[in-house]
T-cell receptor, first 113, second 113 residues
Framework: AQSVTQPDIHITVSEGASLELRCNYS??????LFWYVQSPGQGLQLLLKYFSGDTLVQGIKGFEAEFKRSQSSFNLRKPSVHWSDAAEYFC???????????FGQGTRLTINP | KAGVTQTPRYLIKTRGQQVTLSCSPISGHRSVSWYQQTPGQGLQFLFE???????NKGNFPGRFSGRQFSNSRSEMNVSTLELGDSALYLCASQGSGGTDTQYFGPGTRLTVL
């Protein structure tokens, strides 16, 4: 069965610092990969997705992610974080295309002023 | 376009009762998926409906059921509520393509006492 691992439960960075959130997946075929963000009391908002093609994917809010098949990873990056980026971030892999998402446990991001 | 709407936003029930949650997808979307989010188990896929038919199902007991109407609106029902059913229930809508993005609603917070 497919699985997603986000090794970091909680990360704290200073405002303006760079950010990298890790995601490793287990999937037999070419994966459909997603990063979602969830603010307190809110649903999930899609940051970016990878289906095929260029392995460096650009998303909203200045985020990007790089698909590395050899490492089974899809890490999320941002060069300079803003206080408004504080939220929980979820990596997901799609089964049956994107019809059924398997999520990682999430990484909670705290921003120090 | 209006986003995914879920009603009610908050519910309090007691053990043994049943509950029905509602989801209205984005206009034109024919697929609706349901997810359960808890602190312990994270985000877990419940089921997906497409054109009034259940197309995918997660690993939940039969107390969890759903349906979809001809206008693509969906309901999920939980019978004989247990304390462990307390969770945020998220609905996601998706277009007709299997690789279309899932757009999430704000969720219904269910508390079982």
């Amino acid at each position: 069965a497919q699985s997603v691992t986000q090794p970091d439960i909680h990360i704290t960075v200073s405002e303006g610092a760079s950010l990298e959130l890790r995601c490793n997946y287990s999937y037999g075929a070419t994966p459909y990969l997603f990063w979602y963000v969830q603010s307190p009391g809110q649903g999930l908002q899609l940051l970016l997705k990878y289906f095929s093609g260029d392995t460096l994917v650009q998303g909203i809010k200045g985020f990007e992610a790089e698909f590395k098949r050899s490492q089974s990873s899809f890490n999320l990056r941002k060069p300079s974080v803003h206080w408004s980026d504080a939220a929980e971030y979820f990596c997901a892999v799609g089964e049956d295309g994107a019809q059924k998402l398997v999520f990682g446990q999430g990484t909670r991001l705290t921003i120090n002023p | 376009k209006a986003g995914v709407t879920q009603t009610p936003r908050y519910l309090i029930k007691t053990r043994g009762q049943q509950v029905t949650l509602s989801c209205s997808p984005i206009s034109g979307h024919r697929s609706v998926s349901w997810y359960q989010q808890t602190p312990g188990q994270g985000l877990q896929f419940l089921f997906e409906y497409f054109s009034e038919t259940q197309r995918n199902k997660g690993n939940f007991p039969g107390r969890f059921s759903g349906r979809q109407f001809s206008n693509s609106r969906s309901e999920m029902n939980v019978s004989t509520l247990e304390l462990g059913d307390s969770a945020l229930y998220l609905c996601a809508s998706q277009g007709s393509g299997g690789t279309d993005t899932q757009y999430f609603g704000p969720g219904t917070r269910l508390t079982v006492l």
